[in-house]
């Protein structure tokens, strides 16, 4: 996620995390951009040159949890075009990599602003602030778009699975594969690919295993970006 301060990231994200938890399947960690500021980057400012060390740190965590297997939820404001791009490069080395901009309004964070930070921010007492003393860039072509002003969090969060499922719905079927949940097939480790929680039809077990002789690294490669 990106956006402004107040847009609706993080309360997005953990309505997401509970839904990814419930689906079940992969392990899921969310990295709040307040939680990680306080933990993980907690030396750095706000700077251009430590914003963008501090989402090129998150980059990296969620690249490494892609890596193993789990899914990444991030949601810092993360305002600087080049450290996004730098962190899809990251995360799209490992699997699938969905920006999402939530858009809402200037207006619409500065009234949910319960801490009092866009009006510091506008009274000149708080240096750097995004949106107000500080560029916010808005992303070209995110993967989606979500206005929290104008949908709730639910919706927000239905958006995005069924946007997660289209991708899956559009690759797979390139590949052979039908009426097999992709999903409950994790990626374990390169010698062992394919063990899944539900036991597929003799048909689907025997095209896996003769795709995974035919070009076994090109279908491993599909299940990491899945």
Known sequence: ???????????????????????????VTLLDGDVVRKHLSSELGFSREHRDLNVRRIGYVASEITKNGGIAICAPIAPYAEARRAVREMVSEHGLFIEVHVSTGL??????????????????????????????????????????????????????????????????????????????IPLVDTSNPFIARDVPTESECAFVVHFRDRERHDFIDLLRRI
């Open 107 to 184: 207006d619409v964070c500065e009234q949910r602003d319960r801490k009092g930070l866009y009006a510091l921010a506008r009274a000149g007492k708080l240096a750097q602030f995004t949106g107000i003393s500080d560029p916010y860039e808005v992303p070209e072509a995110p993967e989606l778009r979500i206005d929290a002003g104008t949908c709730t969090p639910e919706e927000a969060v239905e958006t995005i699975l069924r946007r997660m499922d289209d991708y899956i719905h559009y690759i797979v079927p390139q590949f052979g594969l039908t009426d097999i949940n992709i999903q409950r």
């Open 1 to 27: 996620f990106t956006g402004l301060s107040g847009a609706g990231k993080s309360t997005i994200a953990n309505a997401l995390l509970v839904s990814l938890l419930e689906l079940g399947g992969r392990p």
